[in-house]
């Protein structure tokens, strides 16, 4: 009876224990989710879906592919059977004893067919260094579509920031010019001076000349994201609600992934592409002075005189056999080419080491930065709830009479500083997120 208890209680433990996983698990998917910034660009989904139709670089991976597929069908080919066809037809003039020149018509064919059956692996290892290559040709097709996906999803946050930074600066702009005007009318009342006038007008000329630069960098990184991605029709940048809500609301910095396993970066499977190659080499620099066998077979025709004959006979000859071929001395070039291939590996397995570290260092720093940046965030947060608060006050006391314009438009331009820092935080957050997923879930 104990021994029934205990078993049912252990059922239902492990039945618990596989609720909560579950529960943490779906709520960990909806945390990513959260921060998919095309969740709240939906535009910008529609765009890396249809990279592979529009976006200039994928369509020249394709080519990629293609060119070596063509590779690997020239490598299969000295596997199997070649066969070869010749014709030829003669006139020929003859010098015969006691004769003067005698002149015959002579045509001839042959084909001849041959087949490799044993080269040590050499052909073997030539295919599979086309098919190495191959593979990695549609690896990297993979891999630069997720990079360009990064990239397009880095681009359009700049865009969006860089509008974003725009509006504020044409708030700023206006609470300039209308600083200026009050400063006009307090002048005309002899309440201000005309340096402070100047001053007024300096800073609104300073702000639209960084709204000129704002937009001319718009529309500099507007033309390069429309040739990565392909896409010419117009877009909104404008932020919308829903994003504003997360930006302000979202806790950042929880269920970062943590780095288990083995990480993996275009360089690495590259690296790991020509070690592989390189063994393949070796085998064919083996092969080089050992005897290579093949089959062989053919037709042929000819034409013979007769003994004391004018006329000729023609004809059929069928060849079958085995052919050896032994390269004996070559003067070093086999031992060179395996010393090469040899040092290429090492080289390639020394650079995988270092490069598999750096990566993980690199991760290391990123995920340390992401933690770095949701503090940031937070603070951004606290510094744009105080700026709000000293607005207000502003507002309150310039209404009353109590504070002077200049003051009032400060706190007006200080909450604008500490809104565009908050959204800089959370758009570069966002940024180095992607980084940090793109190399998590790297194609291997």
Known sequence: MKSIFCISYILS????VTFICAVNEKKKLFFNAEENIESYFPLLAEITDNLEQTAPSLKESRQIIKEANSQ??????SK??????????????????GQSYYQSYRTVGSIYAKKPLYHWGALNAKSRVAELSEKYAIHQTTAAKENLIYQIKSEFMNLVFLNYEKNLANE???????????LLKRKELGMVTELEVSQATIKKLEQSIKIAEINRLLITKKAYFRFDTGYYNSFDLDISDKFERFYNEHDFGKNIPQIVGSLSSENIEQLKNQIETEKENIKVANSNLKPKVNLVGGFYQDQIDLPDNPDSVRRNNFLVGIEANWALWDSGHS?????LALAKKLKFEIQLESNTKKLRLEMNSLRSELLNLAKQIEVSRQLVATSKNRFEKSQ???DANRKTSTDYFASQLGLSVAKLSLIKSVFTYLQVKEKYDFHLKYPK
Do not use: W, Y
Request: net charge negative.
């Open 72 to 77: 690997k069908i020239i490598a299969d080919s």
């Open 80 to 97: 199997g059977i070649s066969v070869n066809m010749n014709l030829s037809g003669v006139s020929i003039h003859e010098n015969r004893p």
């Open 335 to 339: 031992k060179g080419l395996k010393s």
């Open 396 to 398: 309150i006391e310039f």
């Open 13 to 16: 433990f492990l039945s618990c």
């Open 172 to 182: 700023t702009l206006s609470l300039n010019q209308q600083n200026e005007e009050d």
